[in-house]
């Protein structure tokens, strides 16, 4: 990662940051995962480009999972949910048709 200029952060060693000419791009990298995001989509197209020619990547699209977490991005907002590893841990433990609890807010 230092060969294409990026810094670890020294709170989380998963997370490495690259600031060029004002241009922030981060990666978050767990074992052979990786999701970038940064404030310049063109930045981010450069960095994917020398991270490519640096690595053995096997693809470069916009993310919707990540560790198991699904991603919805909107204009507006990032949705993060883990409803696929919910539904699979009531199946595991043979819970799949439990009658779900009331919480104290209403789902929007």
């Known amino acids: ?3 294409v200029k ?3 952060s ?3 060693p998963c997370i490495f940051i690259r600031k060029e000419k ?3 791009v981060i990666i978050c990298l767990y074992v052979d995962d990786l999701l970038i ?3 310049d989509p063109d930045e981010v197209k450069t960095v994917i480009n020398l991270l490519q020619n640096e690595f053995e990547m096997s693809k470069s699209a916009p993310a919707t999972e990540f560790l198991g977490i699904r991603l919805v991005l909107t204009p507006t907002e990032l949705k993060l949910d883990q409803e696929e590893y919910i539904v699979k841990m009531l199946k595991h433990f043979n ?3 439990c009658k779900p609890c009331s919480t104290p807010l209403e789902p929007k």
């Open 1 to 3: 990662m230092n060969r």
């Open 37 to 39: 995001a940064g404030s």
């Open 6 to 8: 990026f810094k670890q």
């Open 22 to 24: 004002g241009r922030k």
């Open 95 to 97: 819970m799949s048709d």
């Open 10 to 12: 020294t709170s989380d």
